[in-house]
């Protein structure tokens, strides 16, 4: 499953910094057959302890982890939704997206200038949401312009249609983002071919400097405002100083952390980032070990076993007989699998098993 989060911000916010960052995470281009050599893509690796914990355990030849893309996107400037700058190139990169990373500057340094020649955080996110806001009321208008004939014909799909992007035309006149507005599954259902950029679940990535005058730092009251703004969208958030991991992507180890904590950044903020980014997604890991290989599998949170198995190949899903389920962590407190089965730890598991995060599985086809 290849899945896209789309990094957006004004200019000179940090945001090439923190992709090339990221990219050092990249994963080996023959383990995913998906992946492009596009410069401006980049096919990370999701951080997760238990895989190389199972890896040991079964002393497999091959550890292949879960994987997240992130797509470097040009920078926006106001006025993006009527041409400025990249405009609609800038939109339509979005738009292929399944979720969007926004980078915004909580620091202030004279040296690098802000485009708008100041350090506002909160009028930075209004500055791109509106942009995101006024292209989705276009896609919106030109859409139920265009059902009017099947509507008139009273044509039952476009009368469901039209009721649906009413509710969205609604917020968006507010300057609400799309997902603000009250779906129900139906509706949902109708509007995910269109593509909306606000109705893209929003990571916002807070990028602070090292040496610089970091909000967080010297104004807690400013910072709080920032935060208490985030959760007002439904939105989650993440704090990076994307320059020292750039100048540390190279290290490993031990090393890295020493020299994070020397350059003053306690946390792995770009660890933290691909797993936000992961969890925005919906997504969740299962695992499959042996001797040859302990894979991570990337599935949608609350897929079924014969969904979870089409991850696989797709004749998992048609032929599925039955799961074999054991808890990774029970799995290696047993010691092996005989001794798992013997404690009952491995359960046998129909076509109606949800699946659990950090499931091990072996299916029955």
Known sequence: MS??????????????????ALTRKSVEAANYPFCTIDPSVGVVAVPDERIWKLSEF??????????VEFV?????????SEGEGLGNKFLQNIRETDAIAEVVRIFEDDNIIHVHNKVDPISDIAVINLELVLADNETVSKRRANLLRDL?????????EDAALEKIEKVLAEGKLAR???L?????????GMHLLTMKPILYVLNKKSGGRNIDEI????????????????????IVDANIESEIKDLEGDDKQIFRESLGAKEDGINNLIKSGYDILGLMTYFTTGEDETRAWTVKKGSTAPEAGAAIHGDFREKFIRAEVVAWDKLLEAGSYPAAREKALVRTEGKEYVVKDGDVIEFKI
């Not at 470097?72 to 106001?78: P, R, S, Y």
């Not at 910072?223 to 939105?235: A, C, K, W």
């Open 180 to 182: 603000s507005a009250v």
């Open 219 to 238: 104004d807690h009251v400013g910072f709080d405002e920032i935060i208490r703004y985030i959760v007002s969208l439904g939105s989650s958030w993440v």
């Open 58 to 67: 079964s002393k497999s030849k091959k550890t292949i982890p879960a994987v």
């Open 184 to 192: 129900n599954d139906d509706e949902e259902l109708i509007l995910k």
């Open 72 to 80: 470097d996107i040009a920078g926006l400037v106001k006025g993006a």
């Open 152 to 160: 008139k014909q009273g044509k039952k799909e476009a009368t469901a």
């Open 3 to 20: 899945l896209s989060i789309g990094i957006v911000g004004l200019p000179n916010v940090g945001k090439s910094t923190l992709f090339n």
